[in-house]
């Protein structure tokens, strides 16, 4: 093996395994260092092993999905963006769908063919890869131009000489992934900042047992609000605090698309805080439609409230907001009070789960935080603290929600990394 090279990728997950490909396309002498016996291993674990890709929509909405932090993503997905993304795979042999939600899958449903979609691609283009091979050090060489890495793996150390390192070593979350947050320290040591660190797209814990009994249950669409309050109950502004879609009741909390896209808003809060959950358990149908039908229901029906309400929500959860409204008994619709079907009425259209806090990065699917953005430039992902060291991915202070847009961010920086390295 050589020990000079044109760019060391620092981390074989889907920002660095892209970026090799690009890089080495140019004729660049590239070569990726992954820690894990297997490259990709993320993208091998995600979507339930069935990967989604990205998301199938414009560059503006996935720079949208990721709040302010997006507006960075805009000129690198001009140089990759989703549709481009599903013509390299189905360049590479990877036949794409489209799902209702607007999530791209590979036609087989197996998250390998997307992993080795991409190492085929580099290794096509002559880089080379090398798993099992963990990074001790990336630092400015001694020698004053370049960078020196020393890495070592079972049987082997070894210095190498880059002239551009890229870092995407991703972040803190799927420990089981081999991310250990080693990128964030070498970032630091070399000028960067690095945004406080918290786990996301992570489920949510509730202490309160009505949750629990209602493990297992699904709503196909809901729409959940994280709502924050300080102790003495003044309420904290949060970004991307709401989620429309899928919602899981869990026998520790909550779960599903929507429930983990609003969990960077609880994770490390205060313990003193005020955390809850509201859910529109109808978000389709207005305050005054549902009290409308509440009251053609009574004219017309003599049937258990729940019975009535199991209509529109699972009879389990109507049983539940009973149950927690303080109804004694199942009462019918002839002889439901004002008082009640009022309460009934704001409980479906605001349900509140009180939220203890979030199941941490064990579970996070993503890592919230990270490089300052102001301090990378993304027309080539190269540091403004630093020339010659680039980042892409994860590493970023950038997270998106469920739905691919991750994916995307990670394809289209580590592409416009390989744009530039060497």
């Known amino acids: 093996m050589r020990t000079r090279w044109d760019a060391i990728v620092v981390g074989g997950g889907a920002a660095g395994l892209w970026a090799a490909g690009t890089a080495a396309e140019r004729n660049k002498h590239v070569l990726v260092l992954e820690k894990n016996n297997k490259a990709g291993v993320k993208i091998l674990m995600s ?3 069935r990967c989604n890709i990205t998301h199938n929509c414009d560059n503006r909405k996935i720079a949208e999905a990721f709040g302010k932090q997006g507006r960075v993503l805009l000129s690198v997905l001009s140089r990759l963006s989703p549709q481009d993304v599903v013509r390299e795979f189905e360049a ?17 449903d197996h998250a390998i063919d997307v992993r080795d979609a991409v190492v085929r691609r ?5 880089a080379e890869l090398i798993t099992g091979c963990a990074v001790d050090s990336v630092r400015p060489s001694s020698s004053g131009e370049g960078f020196d890495v020393t890495a070592h793996t079972i049987s082997s150390s070894f210095e190498l000489w880059s002239k551009t390192v890229l870092i995407t070593t991703g972040g803190l979350s799927y420990r089981e992934c081999g991310t250990t947050g080693d990128g964030y320290a070498w970032a630091e040591a070399m000028g960067h900042s690095i945004v406080p660190l918290r786990p996301a797209l992570t489920p949510l814990v509730s202490n309160a047992t009505w949750v629990h009994e209602l493990s297992g249950l699904t709503l196909d669409d809901a729409l959940v609000t994280a709502h924050l309050a300080s102790e003495n109950g003044a309420v904290i502004k949060v970004e991307r605090n ?9 026998h520790t909390g909550c779960s599903g698309p929507t429930a983990m896209n609003v969990s960077r808003c609880f ?3 205060d313990e003193k805080d005020q955390l809850s ?6 978000p389709k149908e207005s305050l005054a439609q549902c009290e409308q039908w509440l009251l053609d229901e009574s004219h017309k029906s003599n049937r258990a409230i729940s019975t009535v309400l199991s209509q529109k929500i699972p009879k389990r959860l109507a049983v539940s907001i009973l149950g927690q409204l303080g109804a004694v008994h199942d009462p019918h619709m002839a002889e439901l009070p004002r008082k009640l079907r009022t309460q009934i009425l704001e409980t479906i259209k605001g349900c509140s789960v009180p939220i203890q806090g979030t199941r941490g990065y064990p579970k996070a699917e993503v890592t919230a935080g990270g490089v300052a ?5 993304f027309q080539d992902m190269q540091s403004r603290k630093h020339p010659g060291l680039y980042f892409a991915g994860e590493i970023l202070d950038l997270d998106g929600p469920i739905g691919g847009f991750n994916f995307q961010a990670a394809w289209s920086t580590g592409h416009t990394a390989g744009l530039h390295l060497g």
């Not at 590479?92 to 087989?108: I, L, Y």
């Not at 580099?122 to 002559?126: D, F, I, M, N, V």
């Open 267 to 269: 994770s490390d809060r």
């Open 47 to 49: 979507g339930g092993t």
């Open 373 to 377: 953005l102001g301090e990378v430039n």
């Open 122 to 126: 580099l290794a096509r283009h002559g």
């Open 277 to 282: 959950l509201r859910i529109d358990l109808l």
């Open 92 to 108: 590479e042999g990877v036949a794409t769908k489209v799902e209702e939600t607007g999530k791209v899958f590979p036609v087989s």
């Open 242 to 250: 709401a989620s429309r879609g899928g919602f899981l009741w869990t």
